[in-house]
């Protein structure tokens, strides 16, 4: 079955730095295009970065760009969000989700969705 695992969370300061990872399985990880999104406290999930399938292009967020880089490995089915001078509103769950084709940002757009992972900076 389809399966997208997100990892790479925790409690850090700011200031510091995080890599999250995603493993995907059960679908064509090659012919999708990837995307992180994120869920704090009280506020509704947002669009934090995308890449396309084959890894050329990407897009991010007003409120990562500068800071932020993902990335996707497809031989190994991964794709990645590297995260700089993290902040404590950069506090969420992280999810990752795939879509095939639609609007990048378009959270509906997504066919495949994580199960998050937890990131919490503490000022």
């Known amino acids: 079955q389809v399966q997208l695992v997100e990892s790479g969370g925790g409690l850090v300061q700011a200031g510091a730095s995080l890599r999250l990872s995603c493993a995907a399985s059960?679908?064509?990880?090659?012919?999708?295009?990837m995307g992180w999104f994120r869920q704090a406290p009280g506020k509704e999930r947002e669009f934090v970065a995308s890449?396309?399938?084959?890894?050329?292009?990407?897009y991010y967020s007003d409120s990562v760009k500068g800071r932020s880089t993902i990335s996707r490995d497809n031989t190994r089915n991964t794709v990645y969000l590297q995260m700089d001078s993290l902040a404590p509103e950069d506090t969420a769950v992280y999810y990752c989700?795939?879509?095939?084709?639609?609007?990048?940002?378009?959270?509906?757009?997504?066919?495949?969705w994580g199960q998050g992972t937890r990131v919490t900076v503490s000022s």
């Open positions: 989700a795939a879509r095939y084709s639609g609007y990048f940002s378009d959270s509906q757009a997504y066919n495949y």
């Open positions: 890449i396309n399938s084959l890894g050329g292009t990407t």
């Open positions: 059960g679908f064509a990880f090659n012919n999708h295009h």
